[in-house]
């Protein structure tokens, strides 16, 4: 029977997912789809409810239901139970299983400008489901400081609780950006032009400062593109998109994923930058 997979989220429709996993299961030669579904959140329980009953094979979950997924899985990983955020479900002998892809799928994009090191220190600005994959990542796999600004500051206060990391507002993350040698964008800021407000102003940024994005479409958001106006070094979402992706793709077929595919389906959608 033709295996179904899917990605579902709210936007979904700049979603490169489909294009991009498509070419790795016809590049396999495996009998199965994907495809989007755009949930709204009043019928998020019915949706879930409509996939289980389909017997889908695996889902990406996107934002803003990363979390919103939690008591409908079966079971998590441990970096999934550890960030308490899911963008990866692999169903198997009817059980949903949640993993977080996203955290090391990021740090590995990250690390692929220069490692990471205990002098470095890192600003996340938002504290959604992404935000808590990357800084779980982060935390366990670096000796970095880290800071999470939220525009709800409780939020980012309960992120960072038990540990020895900080949780500060949007106005004291402008006013410290000079001391941050990464800056890290997590919020959809810039994913549609409804919301291409930038979370934070940069002026204050240091020159060279590594300013990563984690929306790789567009290519070039407006904060990427101010960062870039202060000398600092960019990087969108687009490397954190295709190692998450390639992790998710082996977790539901075993088969290692074609990275170098994966980045020039992508790049072929938004233009090769």
């Not at 935390?139 to 709800?152: F, G, K, L, Q």
């Amino acid at each position: 029977m033709k295996e179904l997979y899917c990605v579902i989220g709210n936007p979904i429709a700049h979603s490169l997912s489909p294009v991009m996993h498509t070419a790795l299961l016809e590049q396999n030669h495996l009998d199965a789809s994907y495809v989007p579904f755009l949930i709204e959140k009043q019928e998020f329980t019915t949706a879930i409810e409509g996939l289980k009953a389909l017997g889908i094979s695996g889902c990406n979950v996107t934002s803003p239901f990363k979390e919103d997924i939690l008591p409908f899985l079966d079971a998590l990983d441990s970096e999934a139970k550890a960030c308490g955020a899911v963008n990866t479900i692999v169903a198997r002998n009817g059980r949903w299983t949640g993993y977080n892809t996203d955290g090391i799928g990021y740090l590995q994009g990250l690390e692929s400008i220069r490692t990471i090191n205990e002098t470095d220190q890192i600003l996340i600005v938002g504290a959604g489901g992404a935000s808590k994959a990357i800084f779980h990542a982060l935390i366990h796999h670096t000796d970095a400081s880290v800071t999470v600004a939220n525009r709800t500051l409780e939020k980012a206060v309960k992120m960072v609780a038990g540990t020895a990391h900080r949780a500060i507002s949007l106005a004291e993350a402008e006013s410290q950006l000079a001391d941050f040698t990464i800056v890290i964008q997590t919020t959809s800021s810039g994913l549609t032009k409804e919301n291409a407000a930038l979370p934070i102003r940069l002026h204050d940024l240091t020159a060279r400062t590594i300013v990563s994005d984690i929306i790789y479409n567009p290519a070039e958001t407006p904060f990427l593109k101010e960062a870039k106006a202060h000398g600092a070094i960019t990087q969108n979402g687009l490397p954190m998109f295709i190692n998450q992706a390639a992790i998710a793709f082996e977790l539901w077929t075993g088969i290692e994923a074609d990275r170098d595919l994966m980045r020039n389906i992508v790049l072929k959608q938004v233009g090769g930058k």
